[in-house]
C-alpha cells in the first residue's frame, strides 16, 4: 500500500523549509549572512578577431593567433581547415590544451583514431588577460 510511509520522517528533500526562520538565520544564502557575496562585474564584450561577431561564451572561446585576442571555437576550427590538406579518412579534432590535430579513425564507430599531425593553436604556458576574468569569476 502506498500510505504506508505516510507517518515516517521525510528522508530526502527541502529540510531547511521546516526550520523556523530565527534557525535559519547566517546561513549562506540569507540576507543576514556576513559572508554575503558581491554582485558580479558585467563582462566586456568581446569580438571575435577573425568573424567580427561578438563572443557571447567566452569559457569556449580560443586565443587567436594575432595576439591571443579571443576567437570562436568554430572559427579557429574552421581556418585550421582552410590550410590543411585532409585526405579520405582525415578529420581535424580538438585534442585540448589550445592545440588541434589532424586524426584518422580505425574503424567506422569512430572510437579509436590515430593522430597524424598536431597543429598548435595557442602558445603553451600563456595567459591571456581576457581569460583571468573569467578564472576570478569561477573562483578559479
Given amino acids: 500500500m502506498a500510505d504506508g510511509n505516510r507517518d515516517t520522517r521525510r528522508r ?10 530565527s534557525v535559519r ?3 549562506p544564502g540569507t540576507d543576514d549572512s556576513p559572508d554575503r557575496q558581491q554582485p558580479l562585474v558585467a563582462m566586456p564584450e568581446m569580438t571575435c578577431s577573425i568573424c567580427g561577431k561578438q563572443i557571447f561564451d567566452l569559457s569556449s572561446a580560443l586565443a587567436g593567433k594575432d595576439g591571443g585576442s579571443p576567437v570562436h571555437f568554430d572559427c579557429a576550427l574552421a ?19 589550445g592545440a588541434f590535430a589532424v ?3 580505425r574503424d567506422k564507430s569512430m572510437t579509436a583514431f590515430t593522430v597524424k599531425r598536431r597543429i598548435q593553436w595557442e602558445k603553451e604556458g600563456e595567459k591571456y588577460d581576457w581569460r583571468k576574468s573569467i578564472q576570478q569569476r569561477f573562483g578559479l
Wanted: no cysteine; charged share 35%; glycine share 14%.
Fill in 103 to 105: 586524426v584518422e579513425y
Fill in 79 to 97: 581556418q585550421i581547415a582552410e590550410g590543411e590538406h585532409l585526405e579520405a579518412g582525415e578529420k581535424i579534432a580538438y585534442i585540448g590544451r
Fill in 25 to 27: 538565520q547566517g546561513e
Fill in 12 to 21: 530526502f528533500g527541502r529540510r531547511s523549509r521546516s526550520r523556523p526562520a
